[in-house]
């Protein structure tokens, strides 16, 4: 089993930054990626960026060369710690974000953080 708990989120205006933590922990052996995907109000859940566990990266076209994702530890087969750091943040970006993680072909969520852009 495993766990993602994320951090971070908050009500930010538009063009400042917010850095978003999502904490895996369990049994992560055979993990292929983690990343980070968003759902606002009325909208499907999209992609917003996801790191393989061989340290390739991929983005929604929407948050290209305005978010970066990263791990921000070594890992283990236990824990692992992930960000998401958030620039240029716009009024679209406002949304409800999840950690996302693929263990042995099986999807894990975390329960959300909340990301508000507004002035």
């Known amino acids: 089993q495993v766990q993602l708990v994320e951090s971070g989120g908050g009500l930010v205006q538009p063009g400042g930054s917010l850095r978003l933590s999502c904490i895996a922990s369990?049994?992560?052996?055979?993990?292929?990626?983690m990343g980070w995907y968003r759902q606002a109000p009325g909208k499907q859940r999209e992609l917003v960026a996801i790191r393989t566990s061989g340290g390739d990266t991929h983005y929604g076209d929407s948050v290209k060369d305005r978010f970066t994702i990263s791990r921000d530890n070594s890992g283990n087969t236990v824990s692992l710690q992930m960000s998401l750091q958030m620039n240029s943040l716009e009024i679209d970006d406002t949304a409800d974000y999840f950690c996302?993680?693929?263990?042995?072909?099986?999807?894990?969520w975390g329960q959300g953080t909340q990301v508000t852009v507004s002035s």
């Open positions: 369990g049994n992560l052996g055979g993990l292929a990626w």
């Open positions: 996302n993680a693929v263990v042995r072909n099986t999807n894990y």
